[in-house]
Antibody, heavy 123, light 107 residues
């Protein structure tokens, strides 16, 4: 069974860079896509983007965050990471990592999720 | 972006009730919609993909339907463990978007 675990600082200062890592167990990160999703307290879900851990290592980011987001992967550690720069209070949220898009034909879904990690942006 | 609008935003119901949640897409998304259940403090859990295909292990009281822009999630007979928040999500676009959620509460 694939399991994901987010890790990183729970408190980040405004204007600094949020950095999170997702460690995957129960399977290799290779040959899959891996996503980050966030959820402000009491609010809905926002997809941040994904990285494909294939030969290209391509990424696809939410256009609203594209200028501030960087995703990377480390196959030797079976981890992938998120960096979000120039954070403000609006970036305070629960951050989830997930496997996917997992494709079925032309559609896709997010099947395996981490438990989430709460990040607060405050001085 | 493809906007996903769920209704109602909240719903009170009793154990044994049949309920339906609606999700409307801002453009046609064929049947590329998924439904998730989220309980407080937990990650979302995939219930249905491709509008109507039940994810493995999900009880058969859950069903999904619809196509193009209008979709439904139905729970045929509510159980105590079903009280949660439900989200729709489109996978038509490479940029996923979610509905705002429907909170299902016990009456």
């Amino acid at each position: 069974q694939v399991q994901l675990q987010e890790s990183g600082p729970g408190l980040v200062k405004p204007s600094e860079t949020l950095s999170l890592t997702c460690t995957v167990s129960g399977g290799s990160i290779s040959n899959y896509y891996w996503s980050w999703i966030r959820q402000p307290p009491g609010k809905g879900l926002e997809w941040i983007g994904y990285i494909e851990v294939y030969s290209s290592g391509g990424t696809n980011y939410n256009p609203s965050l594209k200028n501030r987001v960087t995703m990377s992967a480390d196959t030797s550690e079976n981890q992938f990471s998120l960096r979000l720069s120039s954070v403000t209070a609006a970036d305070s949220a629960m951050y989830f990592c997930a496997r996917g898009p997992d494709y079925y034909g032309s559609g896709s879904f997010l099947q395996y999720w981490g438990q989430g990690t709460l990040v607060t942006v405050s001085s | 972006d493809i906007q996903m609008t769920q209704s109602p935003s909240s719903l009170s119901a009793s154990v044994g009730d049949r309920i339906t949640i609606t999700c409307r897409a801002s453009q046609s998304i064929s049947n590329y919609i998924n439904w998730y259940q989220q309980k407080p403090g937990k990650a979302p859990n995939l219930l249905i993909y491709g509008a109507s295909t039940l994810q493995s292990g999900v009880p058969s009281r859950f069903s999904g339907g619809g196509s193009e822009t209008d979709f439904t999630l139905t729970i045929s007979s509510l159980q105590p463990e079903d009280f949660a928040t439900y989200y729709c999500q489109q996978s038509y676009s490479t940029w996923y978007t979610f509905g705002q959620g429907t909170k299902l509460e016990i009456k």
